[in-house]
């Protein structure tokens, strides 16, 4: 799944009026909206997203965690989702994100109101929730409801419930407090390293370069990416996972497990590797360009 937000996002951040970004934000990837049964994916981990907006579900004795709110319209097909697998939406005690972009943040708002959950954000996409996408550095036109933070997360700190601890990496670039989440946990009688990757894609627009006259996107933006992929290609992985299924090859994983594979399709420390490594590739080929470019 090559097409996503960013296009749009990025029709809306140049077209710059309240009426054209409604219509823009309108149009949504029918595959993020479209419902798939949700799944198990280690002992206490499930997916409850849809065809490509991934939302994540950790269920512990004290309550559940659930990773990304998606778009303003997501938590109903996210609440049926929790539902579907014999779980109580309001039993969700944290509300996590991969990053502040809409298509992952927006329905946190209505999802905070409907189970009191505590919020918490990495420092630096803070801003944005908080204001409702308006103080993102690339599209402050893209607005949805504003949420509170309960808790300003750093790097490296540690999201504990229920014997659960979820590890949050700031991996900033595609936003400045863009996160990667990490836990161990259990599968099917042996430990597990699950990676939940925040985002690593260049969006299209975003500048790289500080030009005279044509600033980076925000300062230090490509040493953050550099930053970013160092980080990623040492996290010990088994199970590979990301914002968006389309990063970890979910639809094809799943076709696997309909045709009669286990859940040991999720854990791909290969195709984990691989694919950091396709990304850098192309975040160093764009960084190459915009250098090259004609001043
Ligand atoms: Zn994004």
């Known amino acids: 799944m090559r097409l996503w937000c960013a296009v749009f996002l990025s029709l809306a951040a140049l077209a710059g009026s309240a009426r054209v970004h409604a219509a823009v934000h309108s149009i949504e990837q029918p595959e993020w909206t479209t419902p798939i049964a949700p799944f198990q994916i280690t002992d206490h981990l499930y997916y409850v997203g849809s065809r490509d907006l991934a939302s994540y579900l950790i269920v512990t004795p004290a309550g559940d965690i659930l990773i990304n709110s998606s778009l303003e319209s997501s938590p109903a097909l996210i609440r049926r989702s929790v539902e579907q697998l014999g779980f109580r939406f309001s039993d969700i005690r944290i509300l996590l994100i991969s990053h502040a972009h809409w298509d992952h943040d927006a329905g946190s708002a209505a999802i905070l109101r ?23 550095f690339f599209y402050p036109h893209d607005l949805y409801p504003p949420a509170h933070v309960d808790r300003v997360l750093h790097d490296g700190d540690r999201v504990e419930l229920g014997g659960v601890v979820l590890v949050a990496h700031k991996t900033p670039g595609h936003t400045r407090g863009c996160t990667t989440w990490t ?21 299209p627009g975003f500048r790289l370069v500080n030009r005279p006259g044509h600033p980076a996107s925000y300062p230090g933006i ?6 970013t992929f160092a980080l990623l290609r040492s996290l010990p992985c088994d199970v590979f996972l990301g914002a968006h299924g389309g990063y ?7 076709a696997r497990v309909k045709a009669g594979a286990d ?33």
């Open 248 to 254: 970890f090859d979910m639809l094809a994983k799943l």
């Open 183 to 203: 836990l161990r946990t259990p599968d099917q009688g042996k430990m597990v390293n699950v990676v939940i990757v925040g985002s690593w894609n260049v969006n």
């Open 114 to 136: 409907a189970t009191h959950a505590k919020y918490m954000v990495m420092d630096s996409d803070v801003p944005v929730v908080e204001s409702g996408g308006a103080k993102d």
């Open 263 to 295: 859940r040991s399709v999720w854990i791909d420390p290969q195709g984990y590797q691989r694919a950091v490594a396709a990304k850098q590739h192309d975040f160093e080929a764009e960084l190459h360009r915009q250098q090259s470019a004609p001043r």
């Open 222 to 227: 490509a040493a953050d990416y550099r930053k």
